[in-house]
């Protein structure tokens, strides 16, 4: 990569390399085990000019989103998440009988669902033909296809503006991001709200959620350099609302930029942060890379002295970020014997690269092992709730990021 994606500058600098890893949502069927697996360089750069953080598109959205392993409705917080945005939404933007609204990449309808309750009008844009098909047969019109201006332009000609257009979780998966953001002008209407979650530059830095970093994250977001991908298609940052989800995430309020209007008072605190942590300069990227280092001796030190003692370690959550992690430290089975998911799809295939077998989480309760590694450390308050059973034999959890913790739960 040499340029920019966004401002086409050639002035982008290293903030972390974790060499090279298979696309982290490949999961692997018993059959291919002896098949090769491609790796691609994971390579984290910032640009000096921009600050949109970045790594090279090496791989295409539709090579990841066709036939997608990621079902948002297994995580219970994650609906009720977008249960409670829909809510907030519809006060907000004051939806009415008449709206209509737009998500794009919908996935299995986890959030429009909400919004076929309250019988507003809408329609989901999602590429992944097996989530869009489930999101189908639970009664949310979905449309199977990846946006792009001329996406846009179509559903806009068929179904008319939207009154709010929905983009969560999604602007960093995109390698085109002027192209994007394009559509999602083309869909909203001319006074309509465009409200974009995404993971936040600032926490993934300050809490080393360096795993977040992954092939089907094409680029990674402050304030500052949103505001910047916005105005490539003509939409205005008017509000934003820092959020705990991932970790930590943004949800950016845009308008077009006919009817912005002046941004709210928290755009400009959440830009004071972002500069005093030197997230427009590259002394806010320097130390990263060496924090990101000990996360990994950290945790390889833990498997490998419990290895040593005779004690069974387990895996809890198969997701694309556990993917990052277990490459990058190069676990194995002889240190991490399993991982389970609550997604069936995943069942009985194996972790990309690392080839760690999923089971359903049912076999946790079966083995009993001394230690539990949660993967999706950023579902921690539900997920040790969720595993409080753990403690009926003396067992622990351990979270890897944003440092090593092993923890004690009660039931």
């Known amino acids: 990569m040499t340029r920019c994606r966004l401002c086409g500058s050639a002035a982008l600098a290293s903030v972390v390399d974790l060499g090279a890893t298979p696309p982290c949502e490949s999961f692997l069927a018993a059959d291919r085990l002896d098949d090769p697996e491609p790796a691609y360089p994971l390579h984290l750069r910032v640009c000096t000019d921009c600050w949109l953080a970045q790594i090279p598109p090496l791989i295409t959205p539709e090579e990841t989103f066709k036939e997608y392993a990621y079902f948002s409705s297994f995580s219970t917080s994650w609906v009720e998440h977008a249960r409670t945005f829909v809510a907030d939404a519809v006060e907000r933007v004051g939806l009415g009988p008449d709206a209509f609204v737009v998500e794009v990449a919908s996935n299995d309808g986890y959030l429009l669902r909400h919004v076929v309750d309250r019988g507003i009008r809408c329609l989901g844009v999602e590429p992944s033909v097996n989530v869009g098909a489930a999101a189908r047969d639970a009664g949310v019109p979905t449309l199977t296809e990846f946006l792009s201006p001329d996406t846009g332009s179509a559903v806009r000609a068929e179904h008319g503006p939207a009154d709010?257009?929905?983009?969560?979780?999604?602007?960093?998966?995109?390698p085109d991001v002027v192209g994007f953001t394009q559509g999602l002008r083309?869909?909203?209407?001319?006074?309509?709200?465009?409200?974009?979650?995404?993971?936040?530059?600032?926490?993934?830095?300050?809490?080393?959620?360096?795993?977040?970093?992954?092939?089907?994250?094409?680029?990674?977001?402050?304030?500052?350099?949103?505001?910047?991908?916005?105005?490539?298609?003509?939409?205005?940052?008017?509000?934003?609302?820092?959020?705990?989800?991932?970790?930590?995430?943004?949800?950016?309020?845009?308008?077009?930029?006919?009817?912005?209007?002046?941004?709210?008072?928290?755009?400009?605190?959440?830009?004071?942060?972002?500069?005093?942590?030197?997230l427009q300069e590259l002394s806010?990227?320097?130390?990263?890379?060496?924090?990101?280092?000990?996360?990994?001796?950290?945790?390889?030190?833990?498997?490998?002295?419990?290895?040593?003692?005779?004690?069974?370690?387990?895996?809890?959550?198969?997701?694309?970020?556990?993917?990052?992690?277990l490459n990058h430290c190069g676990i194995r089975p002889d240190l991490l014997?399993?991982?389970?998911?609550?997604?069936?799809?995943?069942?009985?295939?194996?972790?990309?690269?690392?080839?760690?077998?999923?089971?359903?989480?049912?076999?946790?309760?079966?083995?009993?092992?001394?230690?539990?590694?949660?993967?999706?450390?950023?579902?921690?308050?539900?997920?040790?709730?969720?595993?409080?059973?753990?403690?009926?034999?003396?067992?622990?959890?351990?979270?890897?990021?944003?440092?090593?913790?092993?923890?004690?739960v009660t039931s």
């Open 164 to 174: 709010l257009v929905v983009a969560n979780n999604v602007y960093a998966h995109i």
């Open 186 to 278: 083309a869909l909203v209407a001319d006074d309509g709200w465009v409200s974009v979650e995404v993971q936040h530059l600032l926490t993934l830095i300050e809490e080393n959620q360096y795993d977040t970093i992954y092939h089907e994250h094409f680029q990674y977001y402050t304030v500052a350099s949103a505001i910047r991908a916005l105005a490539s298609g003509g939409l205005t940052l008017v509000d934003v609302e820092l959020l705990p989800t991932h970790g930590g995430s943004i949800r950016l309020w845009a308008r077009p930029a006919e009817v912005a209007g002046e941004p709210t008072a928290r755009v400009a605190e959440v830009l004071d942060r972002e500069k005093a942590a030197g």
């Open 337 to 408: 014997a399993y991982t389970v998911d609550r997604n069936p799809y995943k069942h009985g295939r194996f972790t990309p690269g690392t080839r760690i077998p999923i089971l359903a989480p049912e076999q946790i309760a079966v083995d009993r092992p001394d230690y539990v590694l949660v993967l999706p450390w950023n579902l921690r308050a539900e997920l040790v709730e969720q595993l409080s059973f753990v403690h009926s034999w003396g067992g622990r959890l351990v979270f890897p990021i944003p440092e090593l913790s092993i923890v004690e």
């Open 284 to 325: 806010g990227y320097t130390e990263f890379s060496a924090r990101v280092a000990k996360v990994r001796r950290d945790l390889l030190r833990f498997l490998i002295e419990a290895a040593e003692r005779g004690e069974t370690v387990v895996g809890y959550g198969a997701p694309g970020k556990g993917n990052t992690l």
